[in-house]
């Protein structure tokens, strides 16, 4: 990262009163959770950013899906993306995962991890968690087992029929479950449970690997207002633990959790701010909230 995208982005997290202040980096790297968290050790976070990137462009077919965008996330922040279709959030979040190649342009994690010499399994490994549109849960599995296999997706065959949760293990299992208000529903099929119950279930799976990092691509879609103000709740949980950047067109939903909000459009950040500063901008006005 450049001094200069350094500077701005601590001036305006200073700004914001932002959250490095009074949220301190996930703990995660000390945990003995089992799944994917082998030789990862911490992320450096010095310079006040978990996630940052510079000047990334990608092209399908001669379209630039991204230009020169560049973004920083500062660790334990919530960060809301918003913007119109096609402006390129889902691709970002490619980029971050390793699921697309940038044609140039910089992605870090933290100051010292170049994400782009990684594949996506390492990324996840380094505890990068993404949640797509879509829950996809083992529905003929009950919540427990989910959760469960959520730490044995990196052991073989043998290995995970042997494999029994220690008592470290046990712990997170609960305290996830709690945090993901299906306690009560341990037991219960996965396939029977309702849509916002699977989203918060994918997200437990996703919160058992202990991520440092959260991507969240549209999780309220489809949702009921119940469901949707329980996320809502959900995520300023998880916020100052981990680290998260949540997709939405979800404007109240939105207005709920979010601290700056970042506008993408044609694949570059059109303004950032908080969403009334956004929502006054005259260009966001012109692409994305309409007259
Ligand atoms: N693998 C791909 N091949 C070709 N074009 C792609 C590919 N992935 C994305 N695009 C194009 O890149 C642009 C950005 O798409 P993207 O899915 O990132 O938008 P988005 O901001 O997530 O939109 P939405 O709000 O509708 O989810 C679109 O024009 C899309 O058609
Ligand atoms: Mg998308």
Redesign the pocket.
Known sequence: MTPDLMEAGAERIARHGGPVDHAPQTESGGRAAGYGRHATGEVDVTHGRILYLEDVSVS??G?K??NKLSLDIAPGELRCII????????????IITGK?RPDEGTVFFGSTIDLLRHKEAEIAQLGIGRKF?KPTVFEHLTVFENLELALKTDKGVKASMLFRLDSAQSDRLAEVLHTIHLEDSVQRLAGNLSHGQKQWLEIGMLLMQDPKLLLL??PVAGMTDEETARTAELFLTLKGKHSLMV?E?DMSFIRTISEIVTV?CD?SVLAQGTLDEVQADERVIEVYLGR
Not at 83 to 94: E, H, Q, R, S
């Open positions: 399908f077919d379209f899906a991204i913007g119109p279709n096609g402006a390129g959030k889902t691709t970002m979040m490619d697309t549109q691509d549209e997709v067109h993408l694949g």
